[in-house]
């Protein structure tokens, strides 16, 4: 434990956890704020003020409570104001959003993105759809910072894409390369999707309140983000949750990575299309069409999604021993996986996982769905905000 | 983030991290404590002042610096007067010591246990030998607390064993039992070995200062205590950390754990002894046989010691891809398989495990060898003293 802050640091501590109390829970009465944050009356009435004046937080009429009394004022985020642009670098497509403070999707561009387009090509594109949204931005916005999610291994330090095999990227300076195209001096945050769209989750989507959460995220390949004890686990590097690696078959079918027998070789894309008979298919239309297929009752099709989910129990039993959290979540193809074979994914998971470590699992889908990814990039850029609100601009 | 604390939260955040400190890394000077903590010359002596005031530090002669000034004086932890007693309950021995504050072991005792001995017959064992010590004990000493490892599930919120399956044990509350057997009031706190040991050696062992380790410990069983962001990871009722469980052949061995194909069947006691044609053995002198031989020539031995390390390689890999540690620590019978088999354990991997994910691990023994259960047993009692330092007695 460090030792205690100073008055300075208090003050700015308490503006922070003000701040990202509206920013994760909306509109809140200065009473409520009172008693979630364990602070008195006149210390969140300066607060307040403080937010307000820096043009971060308003606050409006009353909610009519129904009793007696003078009601308490509102505080709202300045969701229209305050805004991060976030990306979403995905297998086959990119993605920008405006995202206001409290989370709310402001704008949003999608394009497609051919398999093989380099940083180079990607990243004029990005900043291209986020010059669009640009010219729709009220006069007295402020950007406070920008954050990327991409499927693919990121250092922590710098946000470099170190290896991406799904998108054939090594060693990337993505945020480098948007930042130039953008002409714009700030630090670009990026981050794992699995990571941004597990942090995501639990800021505001399934996973609010749970300390223990594994958020498996697949495309082609397979990933997770790890919330242990309510903080991400990011490991030395930036690069924990490479769960789609484990290996669970010796001498198994080639992976992306190089080696054999990870797991994503049986759950993802390319395992799932070529056990259904359909090896030259790809991307997420030609996996929805398997699942449709195994739903009118197609054999081979059926087969394969019954397979790819016991091996999807498979894995995540080896998850919940390991990790013993409270909730996985099923995101991106693995959502997919999950609504078509949750009867194979809980028979082996009955079977394999600890009595102890699964007994108060949840297993859930993504509230924030295909957004989940947008929203926590734009998570990581208000990180640096709600650290230190008046520091801003 | 919460809130800032109070005032009275920041002296008693201060007092602990000034204890601790010194709990940690020994006698330090006032001088060194201003810098390490960040604080004042006069918030140190204050702090000092009441810390010694309630008989947990004293301060003594200065270090002979060399340096022109009056040398600044030293805060030792007051080790032989404030201690915690720990246990450790193995699959062979029980053991059970007294530990001063700043992590030295003062006394120990330690028992053979044969295999199936019931809970009802361990407590008194352990009892007898706490009383045993409790003889030598200086009149004005104070016990802090008391904390036991145990190689089993332990419900975090109240040291329920839920499963020891190398000792048989189910649903047994040992704090309970060891309480009524010493005749004391005070919450004894239970964690699992392999939590325990990590605590222990990320605190004061061979991962001081790293932030993202994992520590295996085997015996019949292997189980992993994780560090990651500085934290340890224990899930959500307790039980993280089950890597032995980790199923890693479909239809592989049965394991006592009533599941096939877990990791612990190919490296645990069993399946090595069984893989070097001792299927009657067990103990851990009979494993180290195993490894005398191997050492020796004997081809059996030597196939069974590289068949274990490879499969060590295998699940180590799986975890360096999902933890992304600094460091991988084997410790107990692991430590020896490591020692035996390095070579297959490094190849394996190499071929496994994801380059950025594996390039900054170091693969080490503890330092803390066969005494980091029982200092890690006395951390767990010691962590209430350095959260309130002054609410002792």
């Not at 497509?93 to 709310?104: E, F, I, K, M």
């Not at 991406?164 to 794992?192: C, F, K, M, R, Y």
């Not at 484990?246 to 080639?254: A, Q, T």
Request: charged letters at 20%.
């Amino acid at each position: 434990m460090p030792p205690g802050p100073s008055q300075d640091e208090i003050r700015r501590q308490n503006l922070g956890a003000l701040l990202r109390h509206v920013h994760v829970h909306g509109a809140t009465s200065r009473a409520e704020l009172t008693t979630a944050l364990g602070l008195n009356r006149s210390t969140i009435g300066a607060l307040t003020a403080d937010l307000a004046g820096a043009g971060l937080v308003s606050e409006g009429a009353p909610k009519e409570t129904g009793r007696a009394g003078r009601p308490s004022p509102v505080v709202r985020p300045e969701s229209n104001r305050i805004h991060a642009y976030a990306y979403s670098i995905e297998v086959d497509r990119l993605r920008a959003a405006r995202v206001g403070l409290g989370g709310v999707v402001l704008d949003r561009r999608e394009l497609d993105r051919p398999r093989g387009l380099l940083v180079a090509e990607a990243a004029p594109l990005l900043a291209g759809a986020v010059k669009e949204m640009q010219q729709h931005v009220p006069a007295d916005a402020v950007c406070v910072g920008t954050g990327v999610a991409v499927c693919g291994m990121v250092r922590r330090d710098d946000g470099l894409v170190r290896l991406a095999p799904t998108t054939g990227w090594v060693d990337e300076p993505i945020g480098a390369a948007l930042s130039a195209e953008l002409g714009i001096d700030a630090p670009i945050t990026v981050g794992n999707v699995a990571d941004v769209a597990a942090f995501a989750e639990h800021a505001r989507g399934v996973a609010a309140g749970c300390d223990n959460v594994v958020y498996l995220y697949g495309d082609v390949g397979v990933g997770a983000g790890i919330i242990a004890g309510g903080r991400r686990v990011t490991g030395h590097g930036g690069y924990s949750g490479e769960v789609g690696h484990m290996k669970l078959v010796r001498d198994g079918e080639r992976c992306e990575c190089g080696s054999r027998g990870c797991w994503e070789t049986q759950i993802g894309e390319n395992g799932l299309l070529r056990n259904a008979g359909r090896p030259g298919a790809q991307g997420r239309e030609a996996l929805l069409a398997v699942f449709d297929a195994a739903d009118r009752g197609d054999a081979r099709a059926g087969a394969a999604v019954r397979q790819a989910g016991d091996w999807l129990g498979f894995g995540v039993a080896n998850l919940v021993n390991i990790f013993n959290p409270e909730m996985v979540i099923f995101g991106g193809t693995m959502r997919d996986l999950y609504l078509a074979a949750a009867a194979q994914i809980r028979s082996r998971l009955n079977a394999n996982a600890l009595t102890a470590c699964l007994e108060h699992v949840r297993l859930r889908t993504p509230k924030l769905g295909d957004d989940a990814a947008l929203v926590g990039a734009a998570e990581l850029a208000f990180e640096r905000l709600l650290a230190d609100p008046l520091d801003i601009g």
